[in-house]
């Protein structure tokens, strides 16, 4: 999950990347975290650099059972970190509809519900909203059966 930062004009940081040309480039050092997990973190920096956002994060996510596990993460709050952990995971819609979307397909939680809804969500209001985030971004990478 990516987290962009809230601004009336766009991201704090500068323009948007363009997700289709700026992810291919990347792909290698996403794959490259496959054989040495330890390299997730320097890949999620760099990932949230280029997008202009402020965290990333891999997670583990069963939405049959609630399940949630935070694999590695950069950028988070610790103290919000620890609240979607325990509560607010499960409060978020966006991730939950992620798990049934397209292997290698980011979208974002504006694309999944749409504007109004999101904004006006409980997990965005409380978890989102606190800490100046406007958007998040998701991809799902594996699917279990």
């Given at each position: 999950m990516g987290d962009c930062p809230e601004s009336d004009s766009g991201p704090v940081r500068g323009e948007r990347m363009d997700?289709?040309?700026?992810?291919?480039?990347?792909?290698g050092e996403i794959y490259?975290?496959?054989i040495d997990a330890r390299r997730w973190r320097d890949v999620l920096e760099r990932l949230?650099?280029?997008?202009?956002?402020?965290s990333g994060s891999i997670s583990v996510r069963n939405?049959?059972?609630?399940?949630?596990r935070s694999v590695e993460d950069w950028g988070m709050d610790p103290?919000?970190?620890?609240?979607y952990v325990d509560k607010y995971h499960r409060l978020s819609a966006a991730g939950t509809l992620n798990c049934f979307g397209a292997i290698d397909a980011p979208t974002t939680a504006m694309d999944l519900l749409g504007e109004e809804e999101w904004f006006a969500s409980r997990f965005y209001r409380e978890w989102c909203k606190p800490q100046g985030l406007i958007n998040s971004a998701l991809a799902l990478i594996?699917?279990?059966e």
């Open positions: 997700i289709s040309t700026a992810l291919p480039s990347m792909i490259d975290c496959a949230a650099t280029e997008f202009d956002c402020v939405p049959a059972t609630g399940e949630f103290g919000y970190k620890r609240l594996a699917r279990s």
